[in-house]
C-alpha cells in the first residue's frame, strides 16, 4: 500500500463547482468531502459529488472503443475506430454533401475544460452547419436576449444573490438544482442571508418547490404565463412612474417603444390567465421597485416553454426599469478569469438568424439548429438531409422532446459515432463508440460558468488519477478526429497550454494570474464580488443596450393571442411540467448505487382535488398520455402542485434493453420525453417547450 493523498478539486458535475477534498490511496478513492477553504463554494457539497468515486470505479464504464457488428459490440483499437470514422464521415460528406453530417453536443461538454476548449476547431473540421446541441433544451433563450440587448450571447446578467434586498425567482428550484444560470454553491444559505438582512425572496412556479418553502412568499402560476406575468409587473412599474435607469440612462434605447406595447398587459388584463390576481402583481411590482437593490431571476420554467425567448427579454426589461442592472444586489455581469469575449467583436452580429433549418425553418442562434428538429431533418429525404451523426457527451434520446422518436431517427442513419462513458439509450444507436475520460480523471478549470458565478473565482484541478495508457480524454479524441478531418499532422493546442495563454491575457493576467499561479493554489483563488462593469464590456455596435429589439416586439402577438380565454383541453387536460430530484444528474448518473437506492423518484405529482375527481390514490399507477407518446407512473397525490398541472422527473426511462447500465436499469422510470412534443417550441428562439405539455390521465 503506498501513501495516502489529499487532493483539492472542482466538481464538475453541475455548475455550483464546488470544491473537493479526495482523499487517495493507489488506485482508490478513500473519502471525497467538501472543501472547506475553496473561496468559491466555502465547504458546500451536496449528495452527488460522491458518486464521482462511483462513476470512477463503474464496470459499466466503457474504457475501449466498440463497433456495433451483427453478432453485437467488439472492442476495436483507437486507430482502427478513428480510420473508420473519418473515412465514413468523408465519404458520406462527399456523396450527400458537408451538411449530411449532423453533430450534437450534450450537457457535461460545458462541464469538462478539455472540451470546451477543443470544441471550437473540432467543429470547424466538421464543415457541416448541422449542429445541435442541449442549449436549445436549455439555456439558449438566455444567450439570444443577452446578444440582441448586450450584443453578445455570453454577457449574461446574474442575479447578485449576497446583496440583493429582494430576488423574485421565476420558474427555478435553485435549493435542488445548485442553481442554474446562477453558479451559487449553498443556495439556501444565501437565501436565508437575503432573509436575515431583512430581505424578502418570493418564487412563481406552478409547484410548492424546495426553494418555495425557503421563500418569504410562493404564488403558484399556470405554466407556460409568466411573460404575461412580466408584462403585468412591467406595465405596472411604467404606471407606477418609477422607471428608473439609473446609471444606465445615457446608455439604454427603446424605452419609448415600450410604454405602447405594454398598455394591453395591464395586471387586470393577465391576471386571470396567469392564475395571480391583479393586487398581487401590483404589490409585487411596487416591491421590487422599491427595494434598495432587486433582481428577478428565471430558470428552465420561464426559459424552456412555449414564450422562453419573451421572458428572458421582458426579465431583463424589469431588471433594467427598476434600477437593477449591473448594480450590486441586482443582475451583474461575472468577469472571469479566462475571457471566452476577448475576441468578440462590437457590432459582431455572429451568426444569429444567419440560417434557416431545412424542413421546418427554424432559427439558427449561437451557431446551431434547435435539436426539436433534429429527427426531421434525418427522417426527411432531400438535399442537405442528415446521413451521418456523432454525439459527444448527450443523450438526447432521453434528454430531447420526442427524445424516442430522435432514436427511431438515429436507427435510419448510415453511420453513427458517439463519444461517451456509456453505451446508453443514445450511444446504443452507434457504430462506434469512443469511451473517454471522465470526472476524476480528467484536469479542469470552468470555462463556461464561470461567466455564471456569484463571485469571480479561478481554480485549476489536476487529475486525481492518471488515466490508463489505453484511455483518452475527450480533447485527446476531438482533437484527433479534427486533425484527421483536415487531412493535417498538427493537432490543436492541449488545453492547458490555451488556459494558460488565456489566463495570462485575460482580465486578471497583468496581476500574474497564470496556470502556474492557480496550481500553487489548489484550492482555488478569490478575484472579489461581482462588480459593476457593463458599460466597459458592451458588444453592441452603438455601445447601448437595447430594450426592445425588434424581433421580441414582432413576437408579441403570439403572447397576446393567450390572453384569449384558453379553451379547456378536453381531450388532454393536464399540463404537465419537469422537476429535478436531488440525487440525480439529467440522463446520466443513474448507474451510481448510492444515488439512486431508496425508493424511485420518477412519480406523477397530481393535486388531491385532481386525484379525487379521477378517483386516483397516492400510489397507484396511471398511464399519462400527450399527443405523441404515453408512458405508465406512479401517481403520488400532493399538495404541493398546482390543480391542473402533473409533474414528473426529466432524465429517466432506463428501460431500453440494448444498453448497459446495469444499476439504472434496475430502477428505469419512464422517459417524460416520450410524452414532449417535438413540434412544441418557443417559436421565437426553437427551444424546446418541454414544459406546458398537454396530457390526460387514464386510470389503469
Ligand atoms: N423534459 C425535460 N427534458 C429536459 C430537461 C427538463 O428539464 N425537462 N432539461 C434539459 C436540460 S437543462 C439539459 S442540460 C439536457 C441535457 O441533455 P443531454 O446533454 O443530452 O443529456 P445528459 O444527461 O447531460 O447526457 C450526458 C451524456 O454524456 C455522457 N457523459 C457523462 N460524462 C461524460 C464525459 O466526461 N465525457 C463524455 N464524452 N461523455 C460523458 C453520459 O453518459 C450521457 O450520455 O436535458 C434537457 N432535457
Ligand atoms: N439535482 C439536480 N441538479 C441539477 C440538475 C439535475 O438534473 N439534478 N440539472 C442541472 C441542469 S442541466 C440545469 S439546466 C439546472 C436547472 O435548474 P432549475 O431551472 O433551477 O431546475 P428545475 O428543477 O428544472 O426548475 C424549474 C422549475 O420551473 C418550474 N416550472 C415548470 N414550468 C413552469 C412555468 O411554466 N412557469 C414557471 N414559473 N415555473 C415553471 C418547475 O416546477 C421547477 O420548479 O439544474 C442543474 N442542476
Ligand atoms: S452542488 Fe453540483 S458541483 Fe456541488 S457537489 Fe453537488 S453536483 Fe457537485
Ligand atoms: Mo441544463
Redesign the pocket.
Known amino acids: 500500500m503506498s501513501e495516502i493523498k489529499t487532493h483539492f478539486r472542482s466538481c464538475n458535475i453541475?455548475?455550483a463547482m464546488c470544491g473537493l477534498e479526495i482523499k487517495t490511496q493507489d488506485k482508490n478513492v478513500l473519502s471525497i468531502k467538501a472543501d472547506k477553504k475553496d473561496p468559491f463554494s466555502q465547504g458546500h457539497i451536496?449528495p452527488?459529488a460522491i458518486a464521482l468515486q462511483d462513476f470512477y470505479s463503474d464496470k459499466d464504464r466503457l474504457k475501449t472503443p466498440i463497433r456495433r457488428t451483427e453478432n453485437g459490440w467488439e472492442d476495436i483499437s483507437w486507430q482502427d475506430a478513428f480510420t473508420e470514422i473519418t473515412a465514413q464521415f468523408k465519404r458520406i460528406q462527399n456523396q450527400y454533401g458537408k451538411n449530411s453530417l449532423g453533430v450534437y453536443l450534450g450537457?457535461p461538454n460545458v462541464h469538462n475544460m478539455g472540451s470546451m476548449l477543443s470544441l471550437t476547431p473540432f467543429l470547424k473540421s466538421l464543415d457541416t452547419i448541422n449542429r445541435y446541441s442541449?442549449g436549445s433544451t436549455?439555456?439558449l433563450s438566455h444567450h439570444v436576449s443577452s446578444h440582441y440587448m448586450f450584443g453578445a450571447g455570453m454577457l449574461l446578467p446574474i442575479p447578485d444573490i449576497d446583496h440583493t434586498d429582494f430576488m423574485l425567482i421565476?420558474?427555478?428550484?435553485?435549493i435542488?438544482?445548485?442553481?442554474?444560470m446562477m453558479s451559487a454553491p449553498n443556495v439556501g444559505a444565501r437565501i436565508k442571508a437575503i432573509q436575515k438582512r431583512g430581505g424578502k425572496v418570493v418564487v412563481?412556479?406552478?409547484?410548492r418547490?424546495e426553494?418555495a418553502k425557503k421563500a418569504d412568499e410562493h404564488l403558484f402560476?399556470?405554466?407556460?404565463?409568466?411573460a404575461l406575468l412580466l408584462l403585468g409587473l412591467i406595465h405596472t412599474v411604467f404606471e407606477n412612474k418609477q422607471v428608473d435607469l439609473g446609471v444606465l440612462e445615457t446608455h439604454v434605447k427603446g424605452l419609448e417603444k415600450l410604454e405602447p406595447i405594454i398598455a394591453g398587459f395591464s395586471p387586470e388584463v393577465v391576471s386571470d390567465v396567469v392564475g395571480i390576481d391583479a393586487k398581487t402583481i401590483r404589490r409585487l411590482a411596487e416591491e421590487m421597485a422599491n427595494a434598495n437593490s432587486a433582481v428577478c431571476y428565471?430558470?428552465?420554467?420561464?426559459s424552456v416553454?412555449s414564450f422562453g425567448g419573451l421572458c428572458q427579454w421582458l426579465i431583463n426589461v424589469l431588471n433594467i426599469i427598476t434600477g437593477n442592472l449591473d448594480k450590486k444586489g441586482g443582475a451583474m455581469f461575472p468577469e472571469p478569469a479566462f475571457d471566452l469575449l476577448a475576441n468578440v467583436k462590437k457590432s459582431d452580429k455572429g451568426t444569429y438568424g444567419k440560417y434557416q433549418s431545412r424542413v421546418r425553418k427554424l432559427p439558427y442562434y449561437n451557431n446551431e439548429f434547435p435539436v426539436a428538429t433534429l429527427a426531421d431533418e434525418i427522417l426527411t429525404p432531400g438535399e442537405g438531409q442528415i446521413k451521418a451523426m456523432i454525439t459527444i457527451a448527450g443523450n438526447p434520446v432521453l434528454s430531447s422532446p420526442s427524445g424516442n422518436k430522435l432514436g427511431t431517427a438515429f436507427e435510419s442513419l448510415d453511420f453513427m459515432v458517439a463519444v461517451d462513458i456509456y453505451l446508453n439509450e443514445t450511444t446504443q444507436y452507434a457504430n462506434i463508440i469512443l469511451p473517454s475520460t471522465t470526472g476524476l480523471e480528467t484536469s479542469q478549470y470552468d470555462v463556461f460558468f464561470n461567466y455564471c458565478a456569484v463571485s469571480n473565482t479561478a481554480k485549476y484541478s489536476p487529475p486525481v488519477f492518471n488515466k490508463e495508457d489505453n484511455q483518452r480524454a475527450d480533447w485527446e479524441i476531438l482533437n484527433e478526429l479534427s486533425a484527421r478531418m483536415n487531412d493535417a499532422s498538427e493537432k490543436n493546442y492541449p488545453p492547458e497550454v490555451i488556459l494558460n495563454f488565456g489566463l495570462q491575457h485575460g482580465p486578471y493576467g497583468k496581476q500574474g494570474l497564470s496556470l502556474k499561479k492557480l496550481q500553487d493554489n489548489p484550492h482555488g483563488i478569490d478575484l472579489g464580488p461581482l462588480m459593476p462593469n457593463l458599460l466597459k464590456r458592451l458588444k453592441t455596435s452603438d455601445d447601448k443596450i437595447d430594450l426592445a429589439p425588434q424581433l421580441y416586439l414582432d413576437d408579441l402577438p403570439r403572447l397576446k393571442a393567450t390572453l384569449e380565454k384558453p379553451k379547456q383541453d378536453k381531450e388532454y387536460p393536464f399540463e404537465l411540467?419537469?422537476?429535478?430530484?436531488?440525487?440525480?444528474?439529467?440522463t446520466w448518473t443513474k448507474n451510481s448505487r448510492r444515488l439512486v437506492k431508496g425508493k424511485n423518484p420518477c412519480t406523477l405529482q397530481i393535486n388531491p382535488e385532481d386525484a379525487k375527481e379521477l378517483g386516483i390514490i397516492d400510489g397507484q399507477f396511471v398511464t399519462v398520455r400527450s399527443r405523441v407518446g404515453q408512458v405508465e407512473i406512479e401517481a403520488i397525490v400532493d399538495n404541493d402542485i398546482l390543480k391542473g398541472v402533473v409533474?414528473m422527473p426529466?432524465?429517466w426511462g432506463h428501460n431500453y434493453k440494448k444498453t448497459k447500465l446495469s444499476v439504472a436499469s434496475s430502477q428505469p422510470g419512464v422517459s417524460m420525453n416520450d410524452l414532449t412534443d417535438a413540434n412544441r417550441i418557443d417559436e421565437l428562439t426553437g427551444t424546446a417547450a418541454l414544459?406546458?405539455t398537454a396530457v390526460s390521465i387514464i386510470v389503469t
Not at 204 to 207: A, K, M, N, T
Not at 221 to 226: G, Y
Open positions: 453541475c455548475e451536496c452527488k450537457n442541449s436549455d439555456q421565476i420558474g427555478a428550484n435553485p435542488v438544482s445548485n442553481g442554474s412563481v412556479d406552478p409547484r418547490t426553494t402560476i399556470r405554466p407556460e404565463k409568466d428565471s430558470r428552465m420554467g420561464a416553454q411540467i419537469s422537476r429535478r430530484v436531488a440525487r440525480s444528474h439529467n409533474t426529466q432524465g414544459n406546458g
